[in-house]
C-alpha cells in the first residue's frame, strides 16, 4: 500500500489550500482515512478523519469550520480542503489509511506535505 500526498506549499493567512493523498495497492481493504498534522516541536495530531464506505467524518475542534474532508472512492484518493488558514495551521500534514490485513488494522502513511501559513 503507498500513500501519495500532494498540495501543500505556502500561503498567506485567511488563504485555501486543497490536500489530495492518492492511495495505490488493497485499497479493498481500507477502512478509514485521515489527515494528521506535526509542527515543530508538537507531537502529530489528526486534524480530519472519513470512513470509507459511510462517509462519517471527524473534523478536529482546532479546524472546525475551516476544513473539510472528503473521498473518492473511484478515484483511491481523499481530500482536505483548508480555508480561511491561519499561521498556527502551518506543519507538516500527513495522509493516513487504516486498513485490515490478515484480520488486523494497519496503518499506513504518507510522506508528508509542508504546509506554510504566513501572517
Known amino acids: 500500500v503507498q500513500l501519495v500526498e500532494s498540495g501543500g506549499g505556502w500561503v498567506q493567512a485567511g488563504g485555501s489550500l486543497r490536500l489530495s493523498c492518492v492511495v495505490s495497492g488493497s485499497t479493498f481493504s481500507i477502512n478509514a482515512m485521515g489527515w494528521y498534522r506535526q509542527a515543530p516541536g508538537k507531537q502529530r495530531e489528526l486534524v480530519a478523519g472519513?470512513?470509507?464506505?459511510?462517509?462519517?467524518?471527524y473534523i478536529a475542534d482546532s479546524v472546525k469550520g475551516r476544513f473539510t474532508i472528503s473521498r473518492d472512492n473511484a478515484k483511491n484518493t481523499w481530500y482536505l480542503q483548508m480555508n480561511s488558514l491561519k499561521p498556527e495551521d502551518t506543519a507538516v500534514y500527513y495522509c493516513?489509511?487504516?486498513?485490515?490485513?490478515?484480520?488486523?488494522?494497519?496503518?499506513?502513511w504518507g510522506q508528508g506535505t509542508q504546509v506554510t501559513v504566513s501572517s
Open positions: 493516513n489509511t487504516d486498513l485490515t490485513q490478515a484480520g488486523l488494522p494497519v496503518d499506513y
Open positions: 472519513i470512513t470509507k464506505v459511510a462517509g462519517s467524518t
